[in-house]
């Protein structure tokens, strides 16, 4: 299942995790990404904390949690090649994996069309 946030986060649910990433409208609303700082396995978040950062040649910019969750996994490659973001936002530029503290929160991301309907 895949949901997104109005603050352009995509989150991919399949049993009881949730991987994380920003979407093709964010990457291109930042630029060429030249720094991705991804949070440390086990740290948890709360739904909509600050959870990663990422830095372009225009701007520094928060990644927010678009759920609550542990951190099981971050994606070294974006740390090593932040240009993945920009080349492939929704497959290999993913930034975390989270366990989900309440998959209920999940019900209130939008789906593919009303995150469409949101850019217009």
């Known amino acids: 299942m895949l949901k997104f946030t109005q603050e352009h986060e995509w989150v991919r649910i399949e049993d009881g995790m949730a991987t994380v990433g920003i ?5 291109e609303r930042l630029g060429d990404l030249v720094f991705v700082e991804l949070p440390e396995v086990g740290k948890s978040f709360a739904k909509g904390a600050p959870s990663a950062v990422v830095e372009s040649v225009k701007a520094a910019s928060e990644v927010y949690a678009p759920i609550g969750g542990e951190v099981i996994e971050a ?10 973001v920009n080349s492939d936002p929704m497959g290999a530029g993913w930034f975390f994996k989270l366990r989900l503290a309440n998959p209920s929160e999940v019900d209130a991301l ?3 069309a009303a995150y469409k309907a949101l850019l217009g």
């Open 23 to 27: 979407t093709q409208h964010a990457q």
């Open 75 to 84: 994606n070294p490659a974006i740390v090593a090649d932040p240009s993945l």
């Open 110 to 112: 939008m789906d593919e």
